[in-house]
């Protein structure tokens, strides 16, 4: 099992930037494709972006490509995302989550079916 714990998120104005860390630690948390999916309320989550295990691979939402960067060290068992141009609709609280089901070194998970384990959460507010 992996355990997540999320942070960075907060308060920013629209065009502002924040960064958000997800730490994991457990088992061999460091061979799972990392992901970062996000939730309105009232609302299912929606997929933001995946790395692979390897980081050699990522995919995006398209309502997030080029505004968003996700990445991770593998050496610190962290994915951040990195997001940049916000906007009052990316207005969420943003989970982290693990595949915990592919065991693919190269594989980037694309919904949140894939993903077994999750964080806890953290709020990304924007205003306008």
């Known amino acids: 099992q992996v355990q997540l714990v999320e942070s960075g998120g907060g308060l920013v104005q629209a065009g502002g930037s924040l960064r958000l860390s997800c730490a994991a630690s457990?088992?061999?948390?460091?061979?799972?494709?990392m992901g970062w999916l996000r939730q309105a309320p009232g609302k299912g989550r929606e997929f933001v972006a995946s790395?692979?295990?390897?980081?050699?691979?990522?995919y995006y939402a398209d309502s997030v490509k080029g505004r968003f960067t996700i990445s991770r060290d593998n050496a610190k068992n962290t994915v951040y995302l990195q997001l940049n141009s916000l906007k009052p609709d990316d207005t969420d609280v943003y989970y982290c989550a693990a595949d915990t089901y592919s065991g693919s070194y190269w594989y980037t998970p694309r919904e949140e079916a894939d993903f077994g384990s999750w964080g806890q959460g953290t709020q990304v507010t924007v205003s306008s």
């Open positions: 457990g088992r061999t948390s460091r061979t799972y494709a």
């Open positions: 790395i692979s295990a390897s980081a050699g691979s990522t």
